[in-house]
């Protein structure tokens, strides 16, 4: 068959191989927050501190093989996964927050600078826009 790759000097071939990879992140900010005109309902706020992150990286690959010799099909699995190191960075952003009653919406951008030595698969930027709600 056209394309495939000698895989051993028993007449293996190489069939098929699948590799996927996953990071579950987690991310722990430690942030403070200045709000400006404290008394009144629309607040607009500063915020700077740093976030810690560290990701579980889970890599599955898949060989299927065929012997030409034999003509048996086998497929070796190989699943692991990891803990990257733990990054730190530093974060800055602002926002507004508004209170409605009992309710309080705040809308914030927020810029993070990881640290020195990136995780496999991050960048040194990035950018978040989240909303809070309180009540």
Do not use: C, M
């Amino acid at each position: 068959l056209p394309g495939l790759i000698p895989f051993g000097s028993d007449g293996s071939t190489l069939v098929s191989s699948s590799d996927r990879t996953r990071f579950n992140v987690f991310e722990l900010p430690v942030l403070g927050k200045y709000y400006f005109r404290r008394e009144s309902k629309v607040q607009p706020f500063a915020l700077t501190g740093y976030t810690f992150r560290n990701a579980l990286a889970e890599s599955d690959e898949t060989f299927i093989v065929r012997n030409t010799g034999t003509g048996n099909t086998s497929a070796v699995r190989s699943k692991t996964s990891d803990w990257t190191g733990l990054d730190i960075g530093a974060s800055f952003g602002a926002g507004v927050r508004w209170k409605i009653g009992r309710v309080s919406v705040a809308p914030e951008v927020r810029y993070t600078r990881w640290g020195s030595h990136p995780n496999i698969g991050f960048k040194k930027n990035q950018a978040d826009v989240l909303l809070g709600i309180t009540f």
